[in-house]
DNA sequence: ATATCAATAGTCCGATCCGGAGTAAATGGC
DNA sequence: GCCATTTACTCCGGATCGGACTATTGATAT
């Protein structure tokens, strides 16, 4: 019996369960104030994703009972933990990819209106900010020592690292933006496209291309040739995706 | 006839229409390096997405024949154009989203080793390094003034600083994490502690609210009510989303 | 005691979207 | 004249979305 392999969405909600047990709903719940920032799924999926776990055994369900309204509550077993743990030790399959509509809409801004615009920069100021708050109260909880999973604090450490520049990444980048539509109005298409020209040259002059540390280089070097060995061998080439 | 509305994904097809006439080869090749970076949409979202435009009257398709091979290219239509600004000038339906599976494998590494977690970190860096190295190129032709666009540059600069930014994050935190995770060698746990818990002060304090200009502000505003008008009204509360 | 509301705990389903495999003609280089 | 690459699609199963729907429980107000 050769089960599709899972995906990364199912390897997602079985790392929750590795935390503790869970019912679909307390998930949900929980995945709306953590994993919503970098990798959201709909609340449907985390329904329908335990049972097919559980099947390939590597959950168990439980039923439990509060007046005449059950809850199924899932725990991870032994085969659940050595999944994850392989998964963990393969390359990710994708690095981190960006799904923002109101840059699309940046990118056709010439066929609207400068309003329309300054709506769209203006929501992505917004996600900074919602993104910015909510990593600031992780880190009060973080602080007074009453996180949830504090003795992972070393990793969430890192996280927070990670999602709080991006949050201020879109924060900036909107009141930038903002600053730049509004200059507009005061300057002629030359000016415009000479201060256009600068904001790419010094978007880019900032990058000094940083290497990584040789232990890093290397550990991916050892997962990359470990995973190229494992799953079913590509045909030709070492095929490129087919996203766009 | 009350057809369900386009997708944000349609929308943005428009939008290349609304530049020039493409076939859907074309226009999945310069989506590879272009929106990929910021709206990945699969290869056959590209093919079987403008027929349904054309059946709307949004885009009119045209055979064309070399040799015995027949290739199909659509063009836009005044009603696409109408359909494209209709959208811009509505409030975007979400903010940016990331989906980030190398950081979902930061937030299960207490599971795994720290050489899988190094390897995580490695493919954020190389996600990083791929995005500034596409910028930079781009960054070349606009200064040369040979960007196929050169008449957008004034929108382009603003995706070009958005996408340069991430890049950069990404590259960033990938050194810094790197190094990060190779000094727990020589911390005790205590250490560990108090260093994970300095970071997470650290990323959090260069966060100062900046805010928008008021004119984007007072866009956003109309934005907001002109758009909570015309769509069918939601039954009770204003619907926070499904998404987790 | 009762109406009301928010939170709890799900189910269901059509439409969308992914991603990979497969086909086949045209082109360019040797 | 052959071969690899690029061009130009087509197809399909399975994953995913997201919104509507049902119904119970507990707290708050009347």
């Known amino acids: 019996m050769d089960l599709p392999p899972l995906t990364v969405a199912a390897h997602v909600m079985l790392g929750h369960f590795a935390l503790r047990d869970w019912t679909p709903y307390e998930l949900a719940r929980e995945m709306r104030r953590n994993i919503c920032f970098f990798f959201p799924r709909a609340q449907s999926q985390v329904y329908s994703e335990p049972p097919r776990l559980a099947a ?84 009060a909880e973080y602080q007074a020592g009453r996180a949830p999973f504090q003795t992972h604090i070393r990793h969430r450490a890192l996280l927070h690292d990670f999602l709080t520049s991006f949050g201020i990444l879109m924060e900036e980048w909107a009141v930038r933006s903002a600053a730049r539509i509004d200059a507009w109005e005061r300057e002629n298409p030359g000016e415009q496209t000479e201060a256009a020209r600068r904001l790419i ?25 470990a995973g190229a060995l494992s799953p079913s061998r590509r045909r030709r080439p070492p095929a490129r995706g087919t996203r766009t």
């Open 56 to 139: 390939r055994g590597l959950l168990v369900a439980r039923e439990e009972v509060t007046g005449r309204r059950r809850r199924t509550v899932y725990s991870i077993t032994p085969e659940g933990r050595a999944a994850l743990a392989a998964w963990l030790a393969a390359p990710p399959a994708k690095g981190p990819e960006l799904e923002a509509e109101p840059i699309a809409r940046v990118m056709f801004g010439p066929f609207g209106c400068d309003d329309d615009l300054r709506q769209a920069v203006a929501s992505v100021h917004a996600s900074g900010r919602r993104l910015c708050e909510t990593a600031h109260r992780i880190c």
């Open 201 to 225: 040259a010094a978007s880019t002059a900032p990058w000094r291309r940083a290497d990584l540390p040789a232990s890093a280089v290397a550990a991916a070097r050892r997962g990359a040739e």
